[in-house]
Structure formats: structure tokens, C-alpha cells
């Protein structure tokens, strides 16, 4: 019996051009199956609920574009999560941000399948791609100011990038017991929003070319 056909794998993207760029980069391979779960935690978390749901999978691989931090994760650049981290997800108070973890109502912290992250992030790098493994940070808000970028950086030392679906996919996926991977192309910096320094046309053909080394790896 084949084992590796039984293996299938479900590619939670936020948007349409991002589950096309990874469809690009997958071809045809049936263990895989990519859906566009929607855009921001709340959305991606239940569209990735009904996927789950529906067939049963061996890993979750969350997989779009986002914002690089600096010096972390350049324009263009691959990020594997070592971690994802729900940054927004607490209280304000006098002393500064006070994290889920530090009110006591659980964590805003999900471990990924970190064997296999370092494994993509290696092929990654092996197949000529600008790739690193480290933090990956969902928020509601993405960041649009040079204070909050720094504030984020701070609060998560090593943040390599941002984007909006990341811990509601990861929910979902830790919810059934599956492991889960993320998967970021950097189409912008962190920090003051400027659209006409965005290359998201870049970071999509990198996401097809990542999506390429993680067929291979898995």
C-alpha cells in the first residue's frame, strides 16, 4: 500500500491570487488539496473549520504573503514559522501590553511541526531561495506605523514577519490534533504603510517557487 497518496495535506491561503500562486508552484499533486480560507483570523479560522471537517488531513500548511521585519525578512524573502504568535491577542495597560499568557486565559502562542519547518526551511535555502525560519505573527490590524513595528519587535524578539491569518488556522488545525507549518512570502516591510513599495507580484512568484521545494520535501 501506498502510504505517502494517504498523506494529504491542506494549503490554507488567505485570498484567491495566493491559492493560485500555490497551485502554480503544486501542479497537479492529488495530496494536496488549497483553498482560500479568508482574510484575517476569524474568517481563516472558519473557512480552515469546514476544510477540516470535510477530509481528513496529515499536516496544515498555512501559505500567503506578508510583511517582513527589518533586518529579519527582506522584500522578496521566504519565511518559515518557528512559532505562531497571536500578537494583538491580550489587554493594554498602564505598564504596556499584557500578552493572553500573562492574563492567565490561554496562550496566544501555537507550536508548529518544527521538524518539518526546519527540513522546508533547508530545501528552501538549498534551491537557491532567500529563506529563514522564525516567529511569524498573526494580527487584526496589520502594522502601519514605524512605533508599532518597533513595539512588535520588541515584544517578540526575532519576529521575522506579519500577517492576518496565521494563529486562526492554526486553531483550527491544533482543534482536530493536526500539525501545522507557515509558510510566508515578504511583499512589504513592517512598519509605515507604502503601497508603491509593495511587490506583491514578487512575493507571489516566490510563494509559487516555495510551493514547488514543499512538494518535494513532503
Known amino acids: 500500500m501506498n502510504t ?37 483570523p476569524v474568517a481563516a479560522a472558519v473557512g480552515a473549520t469546514k476544510a477540516l471537517a470535510a477530509a481528513p488531513y496529515g499536516l496544515v500548511v498555512i501559505a500567503g504573503i506578508a510583511g517582513g521585519f527589518a533586518e529579519q525578512a527582506a522584500i522578496g524573502s521566504l519565511v518559515v514559522a518557528s512559532e505562531i504568535i497571536a500578537a494583538d491577542l491580550g489587554a493594554e495597560t498602564p505598564d504596556g501590553f499584557c500578552s493572553l499568557d500573562e492574563l492567565g486565559f490561554g496562550s496566544a502562542r501555537i507550536a508548529v511541526d518544527l521538524a518539518r519547518a526546519e527540513r522546508l526551511a533547508e530545501a528552501l535555502a538549498a534551491a537557491g531561495l532567500s529563506a529563514r525560519l ?3 505573527l498573526t494580527l487584526s490590524t496589520v502594522t ?29 488545525a491544533l482543534d482536530r490534533g493536526v500539525p501545522v507549518l507557515e509558510l510566508r512570502a515578504v ?32
Do not use: C, Y
Not at 17 to 25: F, M, N, Q, T, Y
Not at 144 to 172: D, Q
Open 4 to 40: 505517502q497518496t494517504q498523506f494529504r495535506v491542506l494549503v490554507a491561503t488567505a485570498v484567491e491570487a495566493e491559492k493560485e500562486a500555490v497551485l502554480r508552484g503544486l501542479g497537479n499533486d492529488p495530496r494536496f488539496d488549497v483553498i482560500a480560507a479568508g482574510v484575517g
Open 134 to 136: 522564525g516567529p511569524v
Open 144 to 172: 502601519g506605523t514605524a512605533e508599532t513595528a518597533a513595539a512588535l519587535a520588541k515584544r517578540v524578539p526575532g519576529a521575522a514577519a506579519e500577517a492576518m491569518e496565521g494563529f486562526g488556522i492554526a486553531a483550527a
Open 187 to 218: 511583499s512589504n516591510a513592517v512598519g509605515p504603510r507604502d503601497r508603491a513599495a509593495w511587490r506583491i507580484g514578487d512575493a507571489l512568484q516566490a510563494l509559487q517557487s516555495a510551493s514547488k521545494v514543499l512538494q518535494e520535501v513532503l
